[in-house]
């Protein structure tokens, strides 16, 4: 099962690479730059059409301060609206086609069913519909509009989309053959109170992704809901400045990701019953280093779905998540987690675990300056209301399919029978970072839990599991469990060292 | 998640991970400053993996862009392919609604005489993209008193007022390919003052002409009999305008994406085609009727051969001729996928890693045949021939164009990778 090991890479190569760690780049630190005040403007002369969901507070709250650039802009005089309803879709694919900047496509109520995506190649284009419908609406009704794909053609998308300042509200996307909305290469996006669904439930066919914005700068995705991705209801990645904010992911098998994305604000959203819940990580190979990512009064609870994408010959991340995850995060840095609340996560609330443990040859990691290290994450002031931790991967561990929570399950059921240990603890920690591990350096890593309100049968919160000696005892020719849980150490909230209070400099609060 | 397996990263990882600490990664600017937003250039500075190991040859952007802000005063006149509107850039073609109006063709399919007009130059490639089995018959246009410069090994630099054309037919029995041929679509790309641009014309009912569809059309359950007598039925998709961009284009400087052809490269059109029953060398052909500008001797100009004609090359370079040909144009160092992915599948992609050899994809996703794009000696486990080979949605590829299953391109795939010395890549 051993990938790729270092021993393995050409010395040349290995030398290669050491030299470009010395290059100008390596002082280009910009870490010390002010977090952005998250305050998107989506322009004038967006039609704020009627809102499903009133109650909910709009777009522009709840900041002051600097707004986001705009790489594009439309005059009153380039703005243009062109209306089509139900039954016009072949019009609209024309005219999608051939779109002029700065155009607004007004869609009336009801179902539109296409057979190919709704591409658009163009800046400064809005689509709006009437509304967004309601879970389980594969229909439009007088103040919605859903965007039926289920008869496209093969290995099309829903919505794609490349363009600066684009803007996409009130309407649902539904059994896209692919991913429901893409959005790529883009800037200045406003994604707003739509709805990415399909019909089925844990199915493995389904689309990849609901909410799909990725290698673009300055996206907002609001009030948005997405259920049944097979990979990622809301996406956000290869980005550079997003908020995402008082969105819903349900069914989904990871509910919102954030992937090799720097200056993300991540409030408000609900992440129930998807595999994993909310998840920031960065993947190997990609130039993006995430980094500087807050994550505020989310709801990330329940999420226990057996993991539908988990299949044999299976190489994406997700799939190898044991279901019951709360929030992982993997390759990240500078990541804040504050008034958040976490509970009935079977496998654990939040776990913080290297990029080695997906792919361990660091010069993989090399196209964005060796980001592997997880480091700098603070947890506090935040709500764990318990019931998390102990039915590891809903029970139903596979050590081919998802390793890890195999090896937590058997690590766990030793503790249980044991030391009595029945729950796994609120942050497991794989103890890998920085690597190698130095038993006399605590918290290298640098992971700081405070302040959190934890239930009262909570015994130790955090658990730094030393996974690399965990794994070499229990897949040991004789398997050492013994050995295995000496090697973990627990630790309440409040003392050494994960008593620390963050990271400097602060990310600055909007 | 998997199991971390690093017990023998040993020092060297120690090193990069003390070396990196003061690392980051990125050059941005911060929102609201007084600096101009990020414009979009933001992968500068980082290494580009995929050049290393391949010869600094240009890539095809440079050959291929655009060209605006050339005068291009030569004359336009006595060509009926467009005329420049009042306040459009100088030679700028008209689209027309109607393919007839371009004035490339005459005749009909409807009548079995739509033949190209003299200048509208009929050519083949010596191994085809595939799509969907369907027939394909080419056209080069150049207008009177332009010529193309040869390149070597990138797309032929065309002139302004060029058109492309394509015309995509399946024979109702592949066993008898020339009767009851039906044309689907023709799609054109033309060379505007300021690029590259497609367009698409579907065929009506009655084949008596081919009209705009920038919006693409799709023909649910078409059906044909291919050459062993199967019945095959599919969705035949022509492509929206919007869609043509993703196979056709590369991306610039600024990291925007610019159109440009594939096919018309010097080494697909070495080949010989009739010509008013002469058999001709088609480059040399173009060059003696003065639309082909630098021509070298035949002996040095590069020739891909026919993928399937064992007795042209081996079975590497007719592999990679396969891979370059239909899986290139997204996955080289400057296409979107390509970038993406950092699977090169371009002929000038020598470094094996790069190529897919024991490389594991960014996000291919679940069920794709394995964790490797390429298990040197096991097509079977190897993602690019699965991915190849499939019929299901969402795994196929390439994304776009193919629908059914290329038996003959995912045999010689396979038969490739199975040639290769074995490695577990683990």
């Not at chain 1, 226990?304 to 994406?316: C, K, L, M």
């Not at chain 1, 997700?318 to 609340?341: D, H, K, M, Y």
């Not at chain 2, 080289?332 to 024991?358: M, V, W, Y």
Request: hydrophobic content about 35%; some cysteine.
């Amino acid at each position: 099962m051993n990938r790729l090991p270092l021993s393995r890479v050409s010395r040349a190569v290995l030398v290669a690479t050491l030299g470009l760690l010395a290059i100008p780049a390596c002082s280009d630190d910009d870490d010390d730059r002010t977090f952005a005040s998250a305050n998107p403007d989506p322009g004038p002369g967006v039609p704020d059409s009627g809102t499903p969901d009133s109650g909910t507070p709009d777009s522009g709250t709840p900041d002051s301060g600097t707004v986001w650039p705009a790489e594009f802009s439309c005059t009153d005089a380039q703005r243009t609206t062109v209306t089509f309803n139900p039954g016009q879709e072949q019009a609209l694919q024309n005219e999608v086609n051939e779109l002029k900047p700065c155009t607004t496509i007004q869609l009336g109520a009801g179902t539109f069913r296409f057979d190919n995506a709704v591409t658009i190649r163009q800046d400064g284009i809005t689509i709006v519909g009437a509304g967004r419908g309601a879970q389980g609406e594969g229909t439009g009704g007088t103040a919605s509009t859903v965007l039926d794909f289920s008869n496209a053609a093969s290995n099309t998308n829903g919505m794609d989309v490349i363009g600066k300042l684009f803007t996409v509200r009130d309407l649902a996307l539904w059994n896209a053959k692919k991913d429901a909305l893409r959005v790529e290469n883009s800037a200045n996006v406003f994604i707003q109170r739509i709805r990415t669904e399909w019909a089925q439930e844990n199915n493995p066919d389904n689309g990849k992704y609901g909410i799909y914005p990725v290698k673009s700068r300055y996206v907002l995705v609001e009030d948005s809901e997405a259920y049944n991705a097979a990979d990622a209801g809301i996406y956000v990645g290869q980005t550079r400045y997003t908020i995402v904010r008082r969105n819903i992911a349900k069914k989904n098998v990871a509910g919102i990701e954030i992937e090799n994305t720097k200056y993300a604000y991540v409030e408000g959203n609900t992440a129930i019953d998807n595999t994993t819940g909310l998840v920031v990580f960065d993947l190997p190979g990609n130039p993006i280093k995430g980094t500087d990512i807050l994550i505020t009064k989310n709801i990330i609870t329940g999420n226990n779905r057996p993991n539908f994408a988990s299949v044999t010959t299976s190489s994406s991340t997700v799939s190898q998540v044991p279901a019951g995850t709360g929030t992982f995060i993997l390759a990240s840095r500078r990541v804040e987690f504050v008034g958040n609340t976490w509970g009935d996560n079977e496998t654990v609330d939040i776990a913080v675990l290297s990029g080695l443990s997906i792919e361990p040859n660091p010069v993989l990691w090399a196209a964005a300056f060796y980001n592997f290290a997880s480091a700098d994450v603070s947890i506090h002031d935040n709500t764990f209301t318990g019931g998390s931790g102990g039915n590891i991967d809903h029970g139903a561990p596979s050590m081919t399919l998802r390793p890890l929570g195999f090896l937590m399950s058997n690590l766990y059921a030793y503790g249980k029978a044991v030391h009595g240990v029945e729950r796994v603890e609120h942050v497991l920690w794989d103890g890998i970072d920085p690597y190698p591990r130095n038993e006399t350096i605590a918290n290298g890593v640098n992971i700081c839990f405070v302040n959190n309100t934890l239930p009262a049968s909570s015994k130790e919160s955090v658990v730094d599991l030393d996974l690399m000696a965990v794994t070499a005892k229990l897949t040991a020719t004789t398997p050492d469990p013994t050995g295995a849980w000496a090697e973990t150490r627990r630790y309440n909230q409040g003392v050494a060292p994960f008593n620390c209070s963050g990271f400097s400099p602060a990310l600055a609060l909007p | 998640m998997r199991a971390p397996y690093m017990t023998r990263l040993g020092l060297a990882a120690v090193l990069f991970a003390a070396a990196v600490a003061a690392c980051s990664g990125g050059n941005d600017d911060p929102p609201g400053g007084d600096n101009p937003p990020d414009s979009g250039n933001h992968d500068s500075g980082t290494p580009d993996a995929g050049d290393s190991g391949t010869p600094s040859t240009p890539d095809a952007g440079p050959d291929a862009g655009p060209d605006a802000g050339e005068p291009d005063a030569g004359v336009d006149a006595g060509t009926d392919a467009g005329t420049p509107d009042a306040g459009l850039p100088e030679g700028t073609v008209t689209i027309p609604n109607k393919l007839s109006e371009l004035g490339l063709f005459t005749g009909s399919p409807a009548t079995s005489d739509f033949q190209p007009v003299a200048g509208n130059i009929p050519y083949e490639l010596t191994t085809p993209l595939f799509s969907d089995y369907s027939l394909k018959s080419r056209t080069l246009y150049v207008p009177a008193g332009k010529a193309a410069v040869y390149s070597a090994s990138d797309v032929l630099d065309l002139p302004v007022g060029t058109i492309i054309t394509k015309t995509f037919a399946f024979p109702a029995d592949f066993r008898e390919p020339d009767k009851n041929v039906r044309p689907l679509e023709t799609r054109i790309l033309v060379r505007q003052p300021g690029g590259w641009e497609a367009y698409p014309y579907v065929w009506n009912d009655a084949l008596t002409e081919a009209d705009k569809a920038v919006g693409g059309k799709v023909f649910k359950n078409f059906e044909f009999i291919d050459a062993q007598g199967v019945a095959k039925k599919f969705d035949y998709l022509v492509p929206q305008r919007n869609q043509c961009q993703k196979c056709h284009h590369v991306v610039d400087e600024q990291d925007n994406q610019q159109l440009l052809p594939i096919g018309v490269k010097a080494r697909y059109l070495n080949r010989d085609h009739v010509y008013d029953g002469q058999t001709l060398n088609q480059l040399q052909h173009l060059a003696d009727l003065g639309k082909l500008t630098g021509l070298p001797p035949a002996i040095q100009i590069p020739r891909a051969p026919d993928a399937f004609n064992t007795a042209e090359a081996s079975l590497e370079i007719r592999a990679r001729t396969y891979l370059d040909i239909n899986c290139a144009h997204c996955h080289n160092p400057k296409a979107q996928p390509g970038i993406t992915s950092r699977l090169f599948l371009d002929i000038k992609t020598t470094d094996e890693f790069s190529l897919g050899h024991c490389k594991r994809p960014g996000s291919a996703g679940n069920g794709v045949g394995g964790e490797f794009d390429i298990v040197p000696g096991d097509h079977s486990t190897s993602i690019l021939w699965y991915r190849m080979n499939t019929e299901e949605s969402g795994k196929m590829m390439p994304e776009i164009g193919r629908a059914l299953r290329h038996d003959a391109g995912s045999q010689l795939i396979a038969d490739w990778i199975d040639a290769m010395t074995p490695r577990t890549c683990k």
